[in-house]
């Protein structure tokens, strides 16, 4: 039963000629940290309405704890939301903004202080209670907001872009705080964004969603080591393609012949045939950039082309290079785990050369013939 | 020092060259003719209508025993043409809000249409429209005629015949009512949609979703989100009611006399200012000593409020040691 927590049966929603939301089914289960990722417009936001009860699909059912909830109105739902723009109550004080829930449900006043006053502790704004929304600044107002979604224990917490209007410091720091208020409170969090760190460092699972539709739905490592196609394989995070067909196997691996670019050997995980196309994607902090080329590895051979550099980045923790081979552009880095100083310096123009192992390269698309 | 003098309306000089037309304005048309108004009520009147010595005689004649009644009429209706017109107002200033701009735009400027017309003409064609043969009588009737058999029948009230003699709306305060909340509800619908135009109805929405419903949101969000514009609509009906006299003269008949159309009366027929001013400031200071109390009773309710909160504020703190 716990796995049936929160299901979308084939859910469809339209405006107009556009379809938001195409045939999607999910199942999300209790306590879980879920996210909806994908780019802007591409309906995740409209799934959270759905839920929350702002909007009505167009067909399909939407089942919490097993009972169907579709067509019940956003105040007879155990689901709350924290909204983009906090929409804080700015003719309350926080204390008021919090007990809302509470005093709608006609909670008795003792357990109603009780459990305000409780939850101010836990988002550290006790000494702000008196204060009015506007008075606190956007991190504050976004611990409210949080705390009056939460104060009378819905079953999903529905949050929408939540840090979208943070600045970056700030935005980490609260990646940290939700993710200590989810294990405290124990209850599950839907959260809807379209930043790829925020899903991947909070989710347990995450469903990449493009035009309406799940792309893939995975935890983290999985979306972003084995991605299920080229969109998600580009969506999270940077990547580089190469696009050919399968010319020999030898063992696990096999021999891409690119169109464009010289043979690359590649794990064959997919136990593909001779003669099939596929796309290959190799991830920047994958690939080794070197004056000097490597020394052989036993077993597989390892992937070596001789590039120039064309620009670099420096950025501290390690350095970005889009060096050309054969014509096409790649985007590599470097990370600097020892002192850059100690390591042979690198230059705009350098001939260098770019290198990776077989097994790091994944095969995101099988394009049949 | 140097960072006040970019500020141009920082410095003492330029703050009096920015204001000073509008205090001129206001000491021009505002201040100087209310003590005029105020110096005349201690001055007598001469037979041809001038203004005559310094006397107290004035307030003397106006111990009318009509005149407390009347103040009383003026007030209870101005009570109620800005009740109705904020009733009908605040919705109506919602749905204007939450339209697309296209539509918005029109709706807006349709309520402002009705100034294109003379106000008397607009007033002459609702006493057209009033005239005991008028359709909307008849329905008035037919309304009455029903009420009473609904009343009889479930054993309230005797089935007695209705008086259409002396069940017209014409002449009666219900007339002045009914047009002066049509007259008025512009002046209530503006300000209370300038307020919702600002308003964020996404905290409607955070309403619902806590568990509220559309009427609680509506009630406990939305309407204290446009109280500023909801104060300047009942300002701006409730004072040109107390002041209105041509309503209550074409539609009000001899059961509806109210303080404007006797300031008209002492001033025009009888040619007596100081009477007339007398009569005006008697108003002025009834409608104003109410208000100042209002306020003075809000500023004690906020400061309660504020002790109450820090109250709170110290209890959460020592709760927390």
């Known amino acids: ?369 | 020092m140097k960072k006040d003098n970019l500020n141009p309306l920082k410095s003492k000089k330029a703050e009096w060259v920015v204001t000073l037309p509008g205090f001129v304005w206001l000491a021009l048309f505002f201040a100087i003719p209310a003590v005029i108004v105020l110096a005349f009520t201690f001055h007598g009147h001469t037979a041809n209508g001038g203004v005559g010595d310094w006397s107290m005689s004035t307030w003397r004649e106006l111990v009318d025993p009509d005149y407390p009644a009347i103040v009383w009429n003026t007030l209870r209706i101005s009570f109620w043409v800005t009740l109705w017109s904020i009733v009908l107002a605040l919705p109506c200033a919602y749905a204007i809000a939450r339209m697309n701009s296209k539509w918005k735009n029109i709706v807006a400027g349709s309520i402002m249409l009705p100034f294109w017309t003379s106000f008397v003409v607009r007033v002459f064609a609702w006493k057209t429209m009033l005239h005991p043969d008028g359709w909307l009588q008849s329905c008035y009737i037919t309304w009455l005629t029903v009420k009473n058999w609904m009343l009889a029948w479930i054993g309230l009230a005797s089935h007695a015949p209705i008086d259409v003699a002396s069940s017209t709306i014409l002449d009666s305060e219900a007339a002045v009512v009914l047009v002066s909340v049509y007259s008025f509800i512009p002046f209530a619908i503006m300000p209370i949609y300038t307020a919702a135009e600002k308003f964020d109805f996404s905290l409607l929405e955070a309403a619902r979703d806590l568990g509220a419903s559309n009427f609680y949101a509506f009630r406990k969000i939305f309407i204290p989100g446009v109280k500023q514009g909801l104060i300047s609509a009942i300002l701006m009906v409730f004072i040109p009611a107390i002041g209105s006299y041509v309503i209550p003269q074409m539609l009000g008949g001899t059961d509806c006399v109210l303080i404007g159309n006797k300031i008209f009366m002492r001033a025009i027929q009888m040619r007596n200012i100081p009477h007339a001013s007398a009569l005006a400031t008697l108003m002025a200071v009834s409608v104003l000593v109410p208000i100042g109390c209002a306020m003075w009773w809000k500023r004690r309710q906020n400061a309660r409020d504020r002790k109450r909160l820090e109250a709170q504020t110290a209890r959460l703190l020592v709760s927390r040691h």
């Open chain 1, 1 to 369: 039963m716990t796995n049936d927590f929160l299901v979308f049966d084939h859910v469809t929603k339209r405006f107009g000629a556009m379809t938001a939301v195409n045939d999607v089914s999910l199942t999300v289960k209790k306590g879980e940290f879920f996210s909806l990722l994908g780019p802007s417009g591409c309906g995740k936001t409209t799934l959270l309405r759905m839920l929350g009860g702002f909007e009505r699909p167009d067909s399909g059912r939407i089942y919490l704890e097993g009972k169907d909830i579709t067509d019940l109105p956003p105040n007879q739902r155990r689901v709350h939301t924290v909204f983009q723009n906090y929409a804080l109550f700015p003719t309350m004080t926080i204390w008021d903004n919090i007990a809302f829930s509470l005093k709608l449900a006609k909670k008795d006043p003792e357990e109603i202080e009780e459990r305000v006053d409780e939850i101010l502790e836990m988002i550290q704004l006790s000494d702000q209670a008196w204060k009015y929304p506007n008075q606190l600044s956007g991190g504050q107002k976004q611990r409210v907001a949080i705390a009056r979604a939460l104060v009378d224990r819905p079953l999903v917490l529905l949050l929408d872009e939540p840090l979208a209007a943070l600045d970056l410091k700030l935005r980490q720091h609260m990646l940290i705080e939700l993710d200590t208020i989810h294990d405290q409170v124990g209850i599950t969090f839907l959260y809807v964004t379209h930043d790829q760190g925020e899903a991947m460092s909070l989710s347990d699972r995450i469903a990449v969603i493009n035009k309406g539709t799940i792309e893939q739905l995975d935890g983290p490592a999985k979306i972003y080591e084995a991605p299920a196609n080229r969109f998600v394989a580009s969506f999270i995070g940077d990547t580089n393609f190469f696009s050919g067909e399968i010319v020999s196997i030898e063992g696990d691996y096999c021999f891409i012949q690119c169109e464009n670019f010289p043979q690359i050997q590649a794990f064959n995980d997919k136990n593909l045939k001779v003669g099939q196309k596929v796309d290959l994607s190799v991830r920047p902090e994958k690939m080794r950039v070197t004056p000097t080329p490597p020394l052989p590895e036993k077993g597989a051979g390892i992937n070596v082309y001789p590039s120039k550099v064309n620009d670099i980045v420096y950025q501290g923790v390690y350095t970005r290079y889009w060096v050309t081979s054969s014509g096409c552009k790649i985007h590599t880095l470097r990370p600097h785990s020892r002192f850059l100083l100690d390591q042979e310096p690198i230059t705009w123009n350098d001939d260098v050369f770019l290198w990776w192992h077989p097994d790091d390269g994944y095969m995101v698309e099988v394009k049949e013939d």
